[in-house]
Every structure is written in structure tokens, then in C-alpha cells.
T-cell receptor
């Protein structure tokens, strides 16, 4: 079992729809969770972080965390073509200081 | 967040040679990290660059192959030694944030080994 799992996609959503990106992790003691956006040929850009169960909203982005189910998701409302990118889930495991473990990413395509 | 720069942005190198990648931050940071992203893959942590002490390497990465320096709180280098085509990858440095263990990435160095 991978430490951080994501569906590689591509996930295709029409412009204006809600994109839902999912991530599961194996270490129940994980404490910090991050979503990065990576455009082709560019480096990852941090877009959301979440540390406690529930929802965290920032503009069109909502991160959801369920530690009991070891599940974290990212919702993108009113998806735009500029949201087309690969979204990486990253997890900080307990006892690993600042080390992050990344999933393989989900490629999102927003169609016109 | 900090502004991070990397040099070179890309390079093409011959096998058997070495390349040193520089990472510069515009403010002092405690934690700096080096990652590798192979084509079509996710990020793999190579090592944590510790200021004033030896780097901490992840499983599968060794100091002889990837020596790292961290002379101060704003600068680090990663050397890829005795390169082979399998080392062709994007190398990224990142810095730790000030809040809750988030990390911010530099623009990356695209390395091709022929």
C-alpha cells in the first residue's frame, strides 16, 4: 500500500463545475496535509493546507479532512480552464519533523 | 512566502560528469529540502539540508552520489555526481514555512544526462 494514494486521472470536468480530488494516506498518525498545484513544466505551488478534521475554505478551494477515514480531499468550485494542472497531495507523518510524503498526483482537465 | 531561486534552470550533461545546483532564498529559513521529480512521477525527497551539520538523506540516496552543502540559512547546493542517464530529472529545492510545516518550492533545475 502506498503511503499517499491519488487517482492519476485525468479527471475531466466542464468549466463552471465542481472538481473533486481525493487522497488517502496510510499512516493514521499523520498530522498535516497539503494540496499543491503543478502546471506542466513548473514547480509545485502550495494552494491549501489543513490540520484538523472538517472543512477549510479559501476562495474557490475547499479542503476536507477526515482522519478517521484517513482521507483528504480538495474541491474546486466554478472550475476554470486555468485550473487544469496536476494536483499533488502531501502528508506530514507523525515523528518526521518537516518531511512531506507526496502522492503521485491527479491530473485535472477543465473543458470549455 | 520566501522567494526561492535555483541555478541553473536547466542543463545537459555528459555521463560521468557532475553538476552542482544552487538554491538561494531571500530570507533566512531553518529547513531546506532537495527533491527529485523524474519524468511523469511525483516528488521524491532526496535529503534535508541542515545548516551547520551534515544533510539527512532518505533511503536510496547517499552522500557520495548527492553531496549537499548548507553554509548558511539562505543558501544550499546539491551536487549530482558521476551522472548517468537515469539521473535525468527535475531537481527541486524547497524551504519550510513558518506556520505548520508547509513547504515552498523553487522553480527547479531540469537535468538531462546524455
Amino acid at each position: 500500500q502506498k503511503e499517499v494514494e491519488q487517482n492519476s486521472g485525468p479527471l475531466s470536468v466542464p468549466e463552471g463545475a465542481i472538481a473533486s480530488l481525493n487522497c488517502t494516506y496510510s499512516d493514521r498518525g499523520s498530522q498535516s496535509f497539503f494540496w499543491y498545484r503543478q502546471y506542466s513544466g513548473k514547480s509545485p505551488e502550495l494552494i491549501m493546507s489543513i490540520y484538523s478534521n472538517g472543512d477549510k475554505e479559501d476562495g474557490r478551494f475547499t479542503a476536507q479532512l477526515n482522519k478517521a477515514s484517513q482521507y483528504v480531499s480538495l474541491l474546486i468550485r466554478d472550475s476554470q480552464p486555468s485550473d487544469s494542472a496536476t494536483y499533488l497531495c502531501a502528508v506530514r507523518k507523525a515523528g518526521t519533523a518537516s518531511k512531506l510524503t507526496f502522492g503521485t498526483g491527479t491530473r485535472l482537465q477543465v473543458t470549455l | 512566502s520566501a522567494v526561492i531561486s535555483q541555478k541553473p534552470s536547466r542543463d545537459i550533461c555528459q555521463r560521468g560528469t557532475s553538476l552542482t545546483i544552487q538554491c538561494q532564498v531571500d530570507s533566512q529559513v531553518t529547513m531546506m529540502f532537495w527533491y527529485r521529480q523524474q519524468p511523469g512521477q511525483s516528488l521524491t525527497l532526496i535529503a534535508t539540508a541542515n545548516q551547520g551539520s551534515e544533510a539527512t538523506y532518505e533511503s536510496g540516496f547517499v552522500i557520495d552520489k548527492f553531496p549537499i552543502s548548507r553554509p548558511n540559512l539562505t543558501f544550499s547546493t546539491l551536487t549530482v555526481s558521476n551522472m548517468s542517464p537515469e539521473d535525468s530529472s527535475i531537481y527541486l529545492c524547497s524551504v519550510g514555512g513558518t506556520l505548520f510545516y508547509e513547504q515552498y518550492f523553487g522553480p527547479g533545475t531540469r537535468l538531462t544526462v546524455t
